[in-house]
């Protein structure tokens, strides 16, 4: 029989097949592709090898699961009780051999066409998804070695011919991957041929240390920082992938030790909610599951099969009854991990819902959506806490009326509409800086209206849950969890409400260098309308444009900055901003060399 026939044999085989199980189970299924598979995104694949244990295979023996895995007799296991399979490479060095060690490229399409033919076999389709584990050095470091060249050439090979043959292949990649230089137009091939599937594996231990609102939010935030980081240079959205780690031996990032068993059953719901979300939000090809296996004897759990079935049940009810697996005790939300916010709304927190029409408003003022946002999140944060007299802000407006159009409301309304605004904003700004005097009146010795304020948000943005992750304030992630908003710079936007044109007091700086990093201090400002710190570096003595290394203004008096050019002496220097833009800088302070 030639190959083409070959292929519509195995086709009809599996589509009678999976016809057969669907009639049998009584559940439909909607679009599919030429193996069976659900063609709706994201597609759901576990690890399904035999190193995972009967108990667990049994929870995905079933009708809308689809499983990964090698060989034949056990993905016919797994068929017969209606799940479907892909299949499973474990070792990916056998086939293109590794960075410092590639192999003969010579042999990769044998290597090719072999791997295709045994996932033909094991899954009875002639279009079937390849798993391929994993890329070896994704963090080697452009430009590359010629053994780590080669390496990336065999593994482009490899994938081509097996799309070239009708299979998907898709490659795991872990750790933090370089997507610079050469690495960046790798994955741009890459992506024409293969899916890219992020192991995005997370401490339980800390993860769920965080709660509920932030721990969930740090694994969302991490998997979306995935997501850009492929797309950016070029590898389409519908190519990229999620692999989830539930394993539980230590040391390998996953369960850690957490206990009791339905803190760990949480932290496995919170991590398909969370994967569903971002997979839905950007349109990602698949979602994976990894670590049921016992690759070793710390790696045994008697609670997997549980897992595996919260797991499911996460997110569909129908494939598993995950609540009396997990048992007494086990939080039932499935809202934990999901974003779940009303019509209208933009933001929920501890401060109550923030409205997108008043997010609109602001906006069509600041002509950033980000700076409204933390602008109308902070005055939320504070407006409880420092109550004004209406009087003070009716005294302010007639003022500003008074000295910048003559007294004339009307000429005063007719700005306010040329600059897309109302009143009400306006006077919502007033009351901003006169809050921030009341601030500064009421600081204890030692702190800051700034920081104070900062502590208040950061307080606040703890509860925040925001559409598609756009959260008020800024902060260090991943390094940090901690977010924080300053002083908006409002007033800069209506410079007729508050006329001041006199800066801040210029920063005292010191720079320590710390190893490969230098680590800035400075002077704290004490000024009521304070709205924070830009960093600036020079690393040239012909350079002329100091670098900004702050994209937000930094509430703190410290910075560290971890990416100084090898060799460089670089130079420094710290701006004061207040909240109507005038500045004033530090003086520019050398630091010692770093490495080289």
């Not at 034949?72 to 017969?80: E, K, L, S, V």
């Amino acid at each position: 029989m030639t190959r083409t026939g070959l292929r519509v044999a195995v086709v009809v085989l599996c589509a009678l097949s999976v016809a057969g199980l669907l009639a049998a189970s009584g559940q439909s299924r909607g679009a599919e592709d030429a193996c069976g598979l659900p063609t709706t995104t994201p597609l759901w694949i576990e690890y399904g090898e035999g190193s995972v244990p009967a108990t667990v295979r049994d929870v995905f023996s079933r009708p809308g699961v689809v499983v990964a895995a090698s060989g034949t007799f056990i993905p016919g296991q797994y068929r017969a009780k209606g799940a479907l399979t892909t299949y499973w490479v474990l070792k990916l060095p056998k086939l293109v051999g590794t960075p410092a060690e590639p192999a003969d490229p010579a042999g990769i399409q044998r290597a090719a066409d072999t791997t295709y033919n045994l996932a033909v076999k094991s899954t009875t389709c002639s279009t079937p998804w390849i798993a391929l584990n994993e890329l070896a050095g994704p963090g080697a470091p452009v430009p590359w070695t010629e053994t780590t060249r080669q390496y990336r050439a065999n593994v482009l090979a490899l994938v081509r011919r097996l799309a070239e043959l009708g299979a998907r292949p898709a490659l795991l990649v872990h750790g933090n991957p370089v997507v610079a230089g050469e690495a960046a137009v790798w994955y741009r091939e890459l992506g024409a041929s293969a899916d890219v599937v992020y192991e995005a594996y997370y401490n339980a231990q800390n993860i769920h240390r965080l709660g509920r609102i932030v721990g969930p939010r740090r694994v969302r935030l991490g998997m979306r920082s995935v997501v850009r980081l492929f797309s950016s240079v070029g590898v389409p959205k519908s190519r990229i992938g999620l692999m989830l780690g539930f394993q539980v031996a230590p040391g390998k990032a996953g369960r850690e030790g957490l206990q009791p068993s339905q803190a760990w059953y949480r932290f496995v719901k919170w991590n398909a909610l969370a994967a569903r979300q971002i997979a839905q939000e950007e349109k990602l090809a698949t979602i994976w599951s990894w670590g049921w296996g016992n690759l070793g004897p710390q790696a045994a759990d008697p609670d997997k099969p549980a897992a595996a079935c919260v797991y499911l049940w996460a997110r569909d009810p129908a494939l598993c009854d995950g609540l009396t697996a997990a048992g007494p005790g086990f939080d039932r939300s499935r809202v934990e991990g999901a974003i779940v916010i009303p019509e209208g709304v933009t933001c929920i927190s501890v401060l109550g819902r923030l409205p997108t029409g008043a997010l609109d408003e602001l906006g069509r003022l600041t002509k950033s959506r980000q700076l409204a946002l933390d602008a109308l999140f902070s005055r939320s944060a504070l407006v409880k806490r420092y109550r004004l007299d209406p009087a003070q802000i009716d005294l302010v407006e007639q003022q500003a009326i008074a000295s910048a159009f003559g007294g004339s409301r009307d000429a005063y309304l007719q700005e306010l509409a040329r600059l897309r605004t109302t009143r009400a904003v306006a006077r919502s700004v007033i009351a901003d800086e006169l809050r921030r005097r009341l601030i500064a009146s009421s600081v204890a010795p030692g702190t800051t209206a700034l920081g104070v304020a900062a502590d208040i948000s950061a307080a606040a943005l703890a509860t925040a849950t925001c559409l598609r992750d756009l959260l008020p304030g800024g902060g260090d992630f991943p390094r940090a969890d901690v977010r924080e908003i300053g002083a908006v710079p409002l007033p800069a936007y209506l410079p007729f409400l508050f006329v001041d044109t006199a800066p801040p007091a210029a920063p005292t700086l010191t720079v320590t260098p710390n190893g490969s990093t230098v680590v800035l201090d400075w002077t704290d400002g004490v000024e009521p309308d304070l709205a924070g710190y830009h960093v600036y570096r020079t690393t040239s003595a012909q350079a002329t444009t100091p670098v900004q290394l702050t994209k937000n203004l930094l509430t703190r008096s410290t910075f560290t900055d971890r990416a100084v050019p090898v060799g460089a002496a670089p130079t420094y220097m710290v701006s004061a901003v207040d909240t109507s833009g005038n500045t004033a800088a530090s003086l520019p302070v050398v630091a010692l060399p770093i490495g080289g």
